[in-house]
């Protein structure tokens, strides 16, 4: 950690007896068992609101697909509060307590009857009583509990690990985080194995009872491990002027937007005495408007800082911003993958109707054929961390092997293939039931082996580990670190866009194909055309992979930017956030 000259030998000697490879055990299997609870509860989702609520298939999936974006959305309020005023232990810690609620919640509707509708056997449905109003509010605050627990744990989690190790006088220090960021992504990985096979076991042998309740257990488990380590962390502080300081950046640039352009060699800018940012940069011109002293004797104090921080900010206040605004085009270009990436209830629905059986005798649950998917992400991670990244680093001369675009861009064209697969598969099933006489029986089995899904769980997996790491890494090297949970949550916001999206697609082809009652993604799975339903988001990919293609190329080559240096003008860091504690540069 680079710290002020006031702060730094104290602070050296607390930090040097805090963090380091001790706390992993604590922060890592809290994260696994939470991923384990969180996702061995959606894994199976679908199934619990079409069998136990008599949900239609499109209606249990806009659900979803709305769960999974509110637990996206949260984190960058999360982000927020952890950068800016409370701080990231506290934030994880506020996340796992309401998750907890949240899943404690969910775990009631299974145990008293009385909070869901009269269990039912009619395939049609149309003998079911629907959920009342009361009993679908209760499942919905499960959802939302455990989607604002999800906002304090998803952006801080990882930063918070990082900050375990981050020695920016270490030459070995990009690696290092590098490896963790692998490795963190695989563990995850391994704890979603996990959760889509135990998990998905125990609720189709044991009930939705016991089910729901070991990851209730899990879940408290995690709660006491993370608290457990609470002495022996690394607890950076927040720093409190970060969200007001680019409100005032956009405020400042909308209050001087009358102003002209200064020419190139203007050199009134607002920054205070030490700062590395003396003049801003021409990327984003106009928001320059916001650090240009008009009136020395009117605009800048005694201390050298603006009067009216509203109406001028410092240079580096604007360059965070541009910093923010600047990647938006090529963060937008990763919804549509999120939108493949979230397809988990379909795929559910589909594999209930195959032949599942494995080896011969062992039949897998149809939720655990996700695990496939996970499986390749981690193997993919080992593999590239350990053996592709000191070969082709050789070639291209980077440390990370392949760029951060490169990744990013490989990972939206493996989506494309991974959707088109999914639509021929469902094609050839659709056309086995017809022949097999299931047209009119939408959960008969038919006899086409459900292995055949397992081909669209691994390249969405692989996708997903070009794309998200590719992002996650993008983003970390073009902010300073006090936006570093920022970053992170950038991710799950993305994917969370994706999900509202997922949620649009469903519904607008649920009504705009319907025909006689039965629509393309239909509850009737042999009447229905859910291979016309992925062919369409093949396109939608497709499409998407061509524009991320022009972001990419009007962003520039990132990599060979010099990015943040925070070891600087430490009396400006002191004026803006009295935090004492600032980022290490994530350089090419």
Partial sequence: MELSSEQSKPAQLVTSKKGGLRTMPCIISNEAL???ASYGLQANMILYLTSEYHMENATGASILFLWSAMSSFTPIIGAFLSDS???RFRVITLGIVVSLLGEILLWLTAVFPQARPVHCDDPSKEKCVSANTGQVMLLFASF?????????????SLAFGADQLDKPDSPKNERVLQSFFNWYYASVGVSVMFAVTVIVYVQVKFGWVVGFGVPVGLMLLSSLLFLLGSSLYVKV????NLSAGLVQAIAAAWKNRHLALPPKNFDAWHSPKGSKFVTPTDNLRYLNKACMIKSPEKDIGPDGLAKDPWSLCTVRQVEELKALIRILPIWSSGIM???TIAQHAFPVLLASTMDRHFLGKIEIPAASFSLFGILTLTIWVAI????????????TKRPRGFSFKQRIGAGLVISCLATAAAAEVERQRRKTAIQEGFLNYPKGVVSMSANWLVLQHCLTGLAEALNAIGQLEFYYSQFPKSMSSIAVALLSLGFGFGSLVGSLVVSIVDDVTKKDGVSWISSDLNRAHYDYYYWLLTAMSVVNFFYFLLCSWLYGHCEDKKIWDEGEGTKE???LSKSGEYAVIFSA
């Fill in 237 to 240: 502080p927040p720093n409190r």
């Fill in 34 to 36: 939470e991923k384990v």
């Fill in 337 to 339: 993958i999120g939108v």
């Fill in 384 to 395: 590239y961390d350990r053996i592709l990244v000191p070969l082709v680093s050789k070639y």
């Fill in 573 to 575: 860091m002191e004026d």
């Fill in 85 to 87: 005023h409370l701080g």
């Fill in 144 to 156: 939302v509990l455990m989607s604002i627990g999800s906002g304090g744990i998803k952006p801080c």
